[in-house]
């Protein structure tokens, strides 16, 4: 696994709350989203399948739990 500071963690957290609609019950969504716009600039489409750094979501969504919980 990567390892990625902190600070880039911490900002995605913080995307990851600031989203419309934001809800606990769907974090894994809401992390995977912000990592597909940290990696492509944007959000994603509804049927967007490009790749995303998967380490970095499974960090984030970690994180995410420990810290939004």
Known sequence: MAD???SLIESLIKKV?????FSKKEI???CWMAVHEHKHGVLPSEYDIREIDEDL?????KE??????
Not at 17 to 21: A, I, V
Not at 57 to 61: A, F, H
Request: glycine letters at 0%.
């Open 4 to 6: 990625y500071s902190q």
């Open 17 to 21: 709350k600031e989203y419309p609609r």
């Open 28 to 30: 894994e969504k809401f």
């Open 57 to 61: 979501y499974l960090e984030l969504l």
């Open 64 to 69: 995410s739990k420990l810290n939004i919980y």
